[in-house]
Every structure is written in structure tokens, then in C-alpha cells.
């Protein structure tokens, strides 16, 4: 028996949602990180209770944000993490634009795994550094890392930061305690800085164990700083509150004056009393999620199989964005996506977002929604590139 309905429908046409509300009205969206599910009741509640108080002045995060916060953490992954450490801020991506500013000089290169959630592109630019690529290497239906590659790349002595993704958006990754360690061992070696973006640390396969980088030992928890926030985790990214964890002294130092220089160090009334409703009250619901999104990831793959049978799907891990592999279509990735939404009615995300050429031939699904809905976008898909399959 479940507790949760997953499969309630929700309209969200016309509420200022990104996902529904900037693409064209027949279409259905399986595009931005967003999940087409009520919060957790507890959430829902406690939000209403702060609503129905009335105000909503300036936010000060007491102590019950941080025991909720480092209780978390220490029963479901087993890392302590000290108070101290702590800087709450507006999300995950300004906080990596605060990091780089922080840690590295312009024109320093900052190392990623590519295919790789785009905004770390901009964030890497806009603080003037350079990008540099360790792109990942297809073996079978999932990605390793070309560790050779990794080490030239660290040993160049530009590279300062190296900003990694775990769960890795969009290659479906949960990084082992044995790769976190091996990548913390080298970037130590070179004197790089790791920047750690788990903001997916919760959305897990059933089997698969998620690590925080720096929990997996002193060499990387003295040399790293992570990133967190329940917001995809528990469907409230329209409420932006993060987390940047840092236990280096003078690291920690530095970012939170970026933050503040910044000005993202002030939350809402309402990013707080979420936080604590989901990491106190709402870990059964996060479960059945996650039961819930395994079983579309089922469907989507058995159907492809049995529909799209020159399509590929990479192993899902981590995350609820599935990554598939096109290329045997005979179609570049711009065609299929603009003949997804022309003549489908779907709106996926191209994998050259991620990166032109580590990206070239996939698209990026969000699983994240009802069955209905996902079946129904499987039917589209198939509809519009079933016939490519067989003239290809
Ligand atoms: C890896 C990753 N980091 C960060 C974000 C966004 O974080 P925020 O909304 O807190 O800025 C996303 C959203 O898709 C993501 O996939």
C-alpha cells in the first residue's frame, strides 16, 4: 500500500510555472528539472500555517534550520557536518557563481565532466574563467571517467577549480566512494579546489547508494565545498533556499564574502520552514518517490525498446532525467528536437545544451511526472521518430 498519490494530475498551465507556462499550450514538457508533483503534505502544511501568520518580513534562519539540516545529513549519509560550515543562500547555481568568483582569478580554467548541466557553462564564463572539458566516456549503457585525461587536465596549472555534478545531470551518474576518492586524490595532487554540486544527492535508483564527496574522507572534506538544497529533491525550487558546505576556514571564508558582496544571503520567509517540513517530516514521501519515478524509468525504457528499438537509454542511477541516446536515427539532435515539438507536441532538451559535441545525438527526458502523462509523451515520441527508425 502506498501512502502517496503520484499519479494525481495537476494543471499547472497558467501558474508561472517555467516548465509548462514558456512552451507552446499543446505541448507537454519533459524539459527543466521540475517535478510535476504536490510537495509532501508536511511541506503543504507547514506553509499554510506561515501564510495564515500574515507577515512576511525579513527572514532570520534560527537554530531549528540547522539541527534539521545536519540531521539530515547525518542519518542519511552518514556525514557530520558542523554548523559553522554552513551558508545558507538563495540556490545552487548562484552559489557556484559565488564559489568561482571566490576561489579562482579570471582566466583560470575550471574543470567539468561533460555532458554537463548547462548553467555550469554560464556560471564558469561569467566569472571570467575558461571551461575545460573531461568528457566522459560512453562504455555500454552507462559513462566512466577517462582518468588520464583527468589527472593531464588537473596537473595544468590554470585549472583551480574542479566543478563536479553527484548525481550527474545528465549522464545518470552516482559517483562510487572509490571514483570520489580517486577524483579527490588527484585534484589534492594538483592543488584543485572541488566544488560539488549534490543538489540530486536524494533521487536515487532503489540499490544505488548516493556519497557525498566529502564524506568519503579528510583529503577531500579539507579540500571541497558542496552544494545542496531540497528543492529537487522535494519539489520546491520556486522557493529558493540552498546550502554551501565548506570546512575549510579560509575557503569558507572567502565564499561567504561573495555571497554577501553578491547579495544572495538573504532567503524568503517561506525557503526555510520548506527545508525543515521536508528534511523532519517528509522522508517517507521522498521513498515512494523515488519507487515512483523507478517505475517510469521502467516504462520508458521497455517501451523504447519495444518501439524505438535503435534508440539507446543510459542507465539511471541518479536524478529523474533520463538520458537517450538518438544517434542511430539518422537525424541531428536540433532536427529531433524540433520535430519532437513541431510535429509531436513534446518539449525534450537537446543534449548539445550539455555540450556540442559530448551531447550531439541524445536528449534528455524528465521522468519526473505522472505515468499518464509520461505514456502519453512516449506515444508522441514515437509517433515522430518511429518513422525516422524506418527510413534510417
Ligand atoms: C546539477 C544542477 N545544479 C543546480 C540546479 C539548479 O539549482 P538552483 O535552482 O538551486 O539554482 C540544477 C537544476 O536543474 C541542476 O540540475
Given at each position: 500500500m502506498t501512502k502517496y498519490n503520484f499519479d494525481k494530475p495537476v494543471n499547472r498551465r497558467n501558474t508561472g510555472s517555467v516548465k509548462w507556462d514558456a512552451i507552446p499550450e499543446d505541448a507537454l514538457p519533459f524539459w527543466v528539472a521540475d517535478m510535476d508533483f504536490e510537495a509532501a503534505p508536511a511541506i503543504k502544511n507547514a506553509l499554510a500555517e506561515r501564510v495564515e501568520h500574515g507577515i512576511f518580513g525579513y527572514t532570520l534562519v534560527d537554530d531549528s534550520y540547522y539541527d534539521a539540516l545536519i540531521s539530515w545529513f547525518s542519518r542519511r549519509h552518514q556525514w557530520t557536518i558542523q554548523r559553522e560550515w554552513v551558508i545558507y543562500t538563495t540556490g545552487v547555481v548562484p552559489a557556484i557563481s559565488c564559489a568561482i568568483k571566490a576561489l579562482t582569478l579570471p582566466g583560470e580554467k575550471v574543470l567539468v565532466q561533460t555532458?554537463?548541466?548547462?548553467c555550469f557553462f554560464s556560471s564558469i564564463r561569467n566569472q571570467g574563467c575558461e571551461i575545460v572539458g573531461n568528457q566522459l566516456v560512453r562504455t555500454g549503457d552507462t559513462y566512466t571517467i577517462d582518468w588520464d585525461d583527468f589527472e593531464t587536465k588537473c596537473a595544468d596549472?590554470?585549472?583551480?577549480v574542479f566543478l563536479l555534478c553527484n548525481p550527474h545531470n545528465p549522464a545518470g551518474r552516482v559517483w562510487t566512494s572509490d571514483e570520489l576518492a580517486r577524483m579527490g586524490e588527484i585534484c589534492a595532487k594538483h592543488r584543485v579546489r572541488v566544488v560539488s554540486?549534490?543538489?540530486?544527492?536524494?533521487?536515487?535508483?532503489?540499490?544505488v547508494t548516493f556519497t557525498p564527496f566529502a564524506a568519503v574522507n579528510e583529503v577531500n572534506s579539507d579540500n571541497s565545498v558542496t552544494f545542496n538544497s531540497p528543492s529537487k529533491n522535494f519539489n520546491i525550487a520556486g522557493l529558493q533556499i540552498a546550502n554551501i558546505i565548506c570546512k575549510d576556514e579560509e575557503m569558507h571564508r572567502r565564499i561567504d564574502r561573495v555571497v554577501n558582496i553578491y547579495e544572495v544571503c538573504d532567503v524568503n520567509s517561506f525557503g526555510p520552514i520548506a527545508l525543515k517540513a521536508a528534511y523532519n517530516e517528509s522522508e517517507d514521501w521522498l521513498d515512494e518517490l523515488n519507487l515512483y519515478i523507478a517505475d517510469n524509468y521502467k516504462l520508458l525504457k521497455e517501451y523504447m525498446a519495444e518501439h524505438l528499438p535503435k534508440t539507446e537509454v543510459i542507465k539511471l542511477e541518479g536524478t529523474y532525467l533520463v538520458w537517450v541516446d538518438i544517434s542511430k536515427l539518422g537525424l541531428t539532435t536540433k532536427e529531433a528536437t524540433r520535430r519532437l515539438l513541431k510535429e509531436g507536441k513534446v518539449f525534450v532538451s537537446s543534449g548539445t545544451l550539455y555540450g556540442e559535441k559530448a551531447g550531439e545525438g541524445y536528449l534528455r527526458i524528465n521522468l519526473a511526472c505522472t505515468r499518464a502523462m509520461l505514456r502519453e509523451g512516449l506515444q508522441r515520441m514515437e509517433k515522430v521518430l518511429g518513422g525516422t527508425e524506418q527510413m534510417g
Open positions: 555532458p554537463v548541466y548547462n596549472e590554470k585549472t583551480t554540486d549534490e543538489i540530486h544527492c536524494e533521487l536515487v535508483m532503489p540499490g
